[in-house]
């Protein structure tokens, strides 16, 4: 079967930073997405993790354990422009190619 | 913007009438999908094509939805006898023959009344 969980929403202050977690349990796991979504709009590609480790990205870093079936996005010096939700998703190799998402982190930036 | 078009952005209908939308994928993407969203939730699978071949088809889709990629490039979703439970942004998605990563259109709003 497919699970994903993140926390439905958070709330962090411009500068700061924040990380956004993802637990997943996936059959023939391929790697795990971060998308960002403003409201109204279309997912946005943040990162891609297939291997264990952090992969940095500008402001945005990505981490993925395997073993642990963990994820998390790290958005640093946060801008009000990053408010959106954060959706994680699995891809699977199990059949047909598929992403399963979360349902998402809505995280809103205040002053 | 990603590249990935899809029309209308907004539909509006009463139930019972029959609904198309289309979705236009970056041109050389062999694969592509379409999702439903729901306020709150993250995109659900749908259905997928590589070419025109439709390969899968979710056990959410009921008999009243059909998709067809007819030439392997464009593709609609057609959706007979609408119910206000239809009521969602379908999106779709669209990936290169060598990756993983999918690029997603702006999504078609649908408000069944």
């Known amino acids: 079967g497919q699970n994903i969980d993140q926390p439905t929403e958070m709330t962090a202050t411009e500068g700061a930073i924040v990380q956004i977690n993802c637990t997943y349990q996936t059959s023939g796991f391929n790697g795990l997405f971060w998308y960002q979504q403003h409201a109204g709009e279309a997912p946005t590609f943040l990162s891609y993790n297939v291997l264990d480790g952090l992969e940095e990205k500008g402001r945005f870093s990505s981490f993925l354990s395997r073993s642990k079936g963990y994820s998390y996005l790290l958005l640093k010096e946060l801008q009000m422009k990053d408010s959106a939700s954060y959706l994680c998703a699995a891809l699977s190799n199990f059949g047909n190619e598929k992403l399963t998402f979360g349902t998402g982190t809505r995280l809103t930036i205040i002053p | 913007d990603t590249g990935v078009s899809q029309d209308p952005r907004h539909k509006i209908t009463k139930r019972g009438q029959n609904v198309t939308f289309r979705c236009d994928p970056i041109s050389e993407h062999n694969r592509l999908y379409w999702y439903r969203q729901t306020l709150g939730q993250g995109p659900e699978f749908l259905t997928y094509?590589?070419?025109?071949?439709?390969?899968?088809k979710s056990r959410l889709l009921s008999d009243r939805f059909s998709a067809e990629r007819p030439k392997g490039s464009f593709s609609t979703l057609e959706i007979q006898r609408t119910e206000q439970g239809d009521s969602a942004m379908y999106l779709c998605?669209?990936?290169?023959?060598?990756?993983?990563?999918?690029?997603f259109g702006a999504g078609t709003r649908l408000s069944v009344l």
């Open positions: 094509f590589q070419n025109e071949a439709q390969l899968e």
């Open positions: 998605a669209s990936v290169p023959v060598a990756g993983n990563i999918q690029y």
